[in-house]
Each structure stands twice: as structure tokens, then as C-alpha cells.
């Protein structure tokens, strides 16, 4: 131990930095980690989500459905939740492949189920969670902006 903080004090802090790596990469590393993680979340989530959307695996999305917009639709509620899978499904797919355009459609998208939840009582706390959600596509896209520019530049940065 004493001759790991001796070499610590005779090397100085420039010769502690790991080697081949620029302090400006080292630092940006955070960053393009939060946006890999934001980008396979909002590949998957909406993957899943509008597949389960025709299954009823994970919940029965039906519920979701305020009453309020169920008797102004054209078509069965149940219907227009298999066209919500669909359009989900798109969405996780445009976030892909698109990911600037995709973070802001989900964003979009994630505000309108808010809407939809704030006008059913007792779903006030997943109206909650997928605001939430919604600033992480914000972050998504915004991050997009950087980062999507050149694919190249995932793998070099």
C-alpha cells in the first residue's frame, strides 16, 4: 500500500489517466452510454408493448382505453388497440433506425397516453410513469442529434 501512494505522488495526476484514451473521450463515455441505453429502451419497450397489444401477455391493454374515447371511436376499442400495437410496433422500429425522428414520435406518442390515462380515474400514477417516460425519448432524441449523425461515430467514439 505505501508504495501504490508513493507511486501515486511521484507519477503525478497525467500519468494516472489509462493509457490511449483522451480525457475528452473518457468523459463522453456517460454520454453515449445513456444513449445506447435510451435507444434500446425505446426499441424494445414499444417492440414489446405493441405485440403484446394482439397477445394480452403481459396485461389486457384494453383497459387502458378511456371509456371517454372508447364510445367516440368508429370502431371497437378493442380494434383500435390492435391499430395502438401497430403503430407502437412502427414506432420501436423508427427508433432504430431513425432514432432522432423516433425519440420525438414516441415522446409525442407517450404524451397522448398521459392524455388518454388523465381522463380514467385510478390511472393517475401511469399517467405519471409514462411522462417520465416520455423525457427519456426526449433525452433519446435530443441526444440523437449528436450521435445519429454518423453512425460511424458510435463505434469510434
Known amino acids: 500500500m505505501a508504495l501504490a501512494r508513493r507511486r501515486l505522488e511521484v507519477v503525478g495526476e497525467e ?19 445513456a444513449y445506447r441505453i435510451l435507444r434500446f429502451t425505446f426499441v424494445v419497450a414499444p417492440l414489446l408493448a ?11 391493454w ?18 383500435f388497440m390492435q ?17 432522432r425522428i423516433g425519440g420525438y414520435i414516441v415522446m409525442a406518442w407517450l404524451w397522448g397516453i398521459v392524455l388518454n390515462l388523465l381522463s380514467i380515474p385510478g390511472y393517475f400514477d401511469i399517467a405519471l410513469r409514462d411522462f417520465g417516460l416520455s423525457l427519456g425519448a426526449l433525452a433519446l432524441a ?14 469510434t467514439e
Request: a positive charge; hydrophobic letters at 45%; proline letters at 9%.
Open 50 to 60: 405493441g405485440m403484446d397489444k394482439f397477445f394480452h401477455y403481459l396485461v389486457n
Open 142 to 155: 435530443r441526444l440523437s442529434e449528436h450521435y445519429a449523425a454518423s453512425r460511424s461515430r458510435l463505434y
Open 83 to 99: 391499430i395502438v400495437g401497430v403503430v407502437e410496433i412502427a414506432a420501436g422500429l423508427l427508433v432504430a433506425f431513425a432514432p
Open 15 to 33: 500519468e494516472m489517466e489509462p493509457r490511449g484514451i483522451s480525457r475528452p473521450l473518457r468523459e463522453r463515455q456517460p454520454v453515449l452510454q
Open 62 to 79: 384494453d383497459m387502458y382505453l378511456s371509456p371517454t374515447v372508447g364510445r367516440l371511436l368508429p370502431i371497437a376499442p378493442h380494434a
